[in-house]
C-alpha cells in the first residue's frame, strides 16, 4: 500500500435516534421524526432528515420544533435501545480493526492502517463496513476517508446522508479551500466574527494569513488555525477515549416548586447517574448539581471529594447538600441536572463518606439491582418513593452520549 493512502476513517449513524424509530416502526420511514421530550416543555434530541428539512434541529424547543413542521411524529427518547444498538454497530467496527475512538454513542473514527493488508484500501474498508451496518441493523452511515482525523470528519460531512467521501493527500486544497472557515473545528461565532472583519469567510481565506498575523491576532488558537487551514491534523486516533463526565438532566412538564418533589426528582437523577457509572465501569469524585429556574436562570454548585462515588444514596445526600445552597423550594425550578466527573476506575480509594463495611454492603446492593435491571430493564427495578415521581416526557442523558453533536 502507498503510504500516502488514506487510512482514517470517520463513520457518522445518519439521525440516529430517529432512523431507530423509524426501524422499529416501519410506517415512520418517509416521515418526519423527532426524538424528544413533550411538546409544551421538551427539547428535541434528534430529527430525521425529513424533519430537517423544515429546518428542526437538535437542542431546539418542541414547541418550536412542531410549529416548523407540525406533521412530526415525536418520539421519546429511548436510550436503552439506542446503545442496545450502538454496541452492535460498533461490534462490526472491531472486526475492522482494534483502534477505535468512540466520540459518542452514533460516531467514532477508526484508524485502520494496519488492516489494510487484510481487507483493502480505507475506502474499501469502510464501504463493507457501511455494507455490513446497513444489513445487520437497517441503518445506514456516512463516512469519511483521509489522511488525517479532521479531513476525515470533513468529508463525512460531505457524504452526508447515507454517503461516502474519499480525500487523498493529492486532493487536500481542492476539497478543503472553498468550505467556509467556520467547518473547521474551534471557530465558533466570534472567532468567525473577527476573521470576517479580517475579509476572512472561505478556507481560501485563512490560507493567505500568514502564520506571524494569525497568532498576533488569536495568540496561540492562531498557530491551529494555520495548521487547520493547510489540513494539518497530526492527532493520532486515540483507542483510550475515557470517559469526562456522567450525567443526567430533566427538563420538566411543569415547574417544580415543592421542595419534596424535587428532592424526589433529584433522587432519581442521582439512581440514573449511578446506574450509568457502574455500567460504564468508573466513579466520580466532583459531583456538579445544576439547577434552571422558570425564568431561564442557571446556576451550578459542585463539590469535589477524595472518594469516588458510584451508589445513587450517597450522590443523593451530597447532591441534596448542594441543592440546599440554592432557591429550590422558594423559586420554581424547569431543569435539575446531576453529573459526576474526575472519573475514576470503580472501588479505587478509601471510603470517605462511610465505613468500609456499609460500603461493602451497598456495593453488593449495586450488583443486584443492576443485574435485576438487565434482565427486567431499567423501569423494572426503583426505589420506592420514585413511582410517583416517573415522568417519561421528560428529556435527555448527557455526558457519555451525543446525537448529532448532543
Not at 434552571?292 to 463539590?303: G, L, M, N, V
Request: proline share 3%; aromatic share 6%; with cysteine.
Amino acid at each position: 500500500m502507498k503510504a500516502r493512502e488514506p487510512a482514517i476513517l470517520h463513520l457518522d449513524l445518519d439521525a440516529f435516534y430517529a432512523s431507530v424509530e423509524q426501524r422499529e416502526a416501519p410506517e415512520l420511514r418517509g416521515r418526519a421524526v423527532i426524538v424528544g421530550g413533550s411538546a409544551r416543555r421538551g427539547v428535541v434530541c434528534a430529527a430525521s432528515y425529513e424533519a430537517r428539512r423544515f429546518g428542526v434541529r437538535s437542542a431546539m424547543p418542541m414547541a418550536r420544533a412542531l410549529q416548523l413542521c407540525p406533521e412530526a411524529v415525536v418520539r421519546p427518547v429511548r436510550m436503552a435501545l439506542y446503545q442496545e444498538v450502538s454496541r452492535k454497530v460498533f461490534a462490526i467496527y472491531a472486526r475492522f480493526t482494534d483502534v477505535i475512538e468512540a466520540l459518542s454513542i452514533d460516531e467514532a473514527f477508526l484508524d485502520v492502517g494496519a488492516s489494510r493488508r487484510l481487507f483493502g484500501t480505507g475506502r474499501a474498508i469502510a464501504e463493507q463496513i457501511r455494507a455490513a451496518v446497513r444489513q445487520e441493523t437497517g441503518l445506514s452511515v456516512s463516512a469519511g476517508v483521509a489522511p488525517n482525523k479532521l479531513l476525515a470528519k470533513l468529508a463525512t460531512e460531505a457524504a452526508k446522508p447515507d454517503g461516502l467521501r474519499e480525500v487523498r493527500a493529492e486532493q487536500v486544497d481542492a476539497f478543503l479551500l472553498p468550505l467556509p472557515v467556520t467547518a473547521l473545528w474551534g471557530i465558533g461565532a466570534v472567532t468567525a466574527d473577527k476573521l470576517a472583519r479580517c475579509g476572512v469567510t472561505r478556507i481560501a481565506d485563512l490560507r493567505r494569513l500568514s502564520r506571524a498575523f494569525l497568532q498576533a491576532h488569536f495568540g496561540a488558537s492562531g498557530v491551529q488555525l494555520y495548521d487547520l487551514a493547510r489540513g494539518l491534523d497530526p492527532r493520532p486516533v486515540s483507542a483510550h477515549n475515557d470517559l469526562k463526565s456522567v450525567g443526567h438532566e430533566e427538563t420538566y412538564e411543569e415547574d417544580l416548586l415543592v421542595i419534596e418533589e424535587i428532592r424526589r426528582r433529584l433522587l432519581e437523577l442521582s439512581e440514573r447517574v449511578a446506574a450509568r457509572l457502574r455500567r460504564s465501569g468508573v466513579q466520580g469524585r466532583c459531583l456538579t448539581l445544576k439547577a434552571k429556574y422558570a425564568d431561564f436562570q442557571q446556576i451550578t454548585r459542585s463539590r469535589t471529594l477524595t472518594q469516588g462515588l458510584s451508589n445513587g444514596g450517597e450522590i443523593f445526600l451530597l447532591a441534596d447538600e448542594l441543592l440546599a445552597q440554592t432557591e429550590a423550594g422558594r423559586r420554581p425550578l424547569r431543569l435539575l441536572g446531576v453529573s459526576l466527573s474526575t472519573l475514576e476506575p470503580l472501588g479505587t480509594g478509601q471510603t470517605e463518606l462511610f465505613g468500609e463495611a456499609r460500603r461493602q454492603r451497598l456495593s453488593r446492593l449495586d450488583q443486584a439491582v443492576d443485574q435485576l435491571r438487565e434482565r427486567f430493564g431499567a423501569k423494572g427495578v426503583c426505589k420506592a418513593q420514585l413511582l410517583e415521581s416517573r415522568d417519561p416526557s421528560a428529556a435527555g442523558e448527557i455526558g457519555t452520549h451525543g446525537e448529532e453533536g448532543t
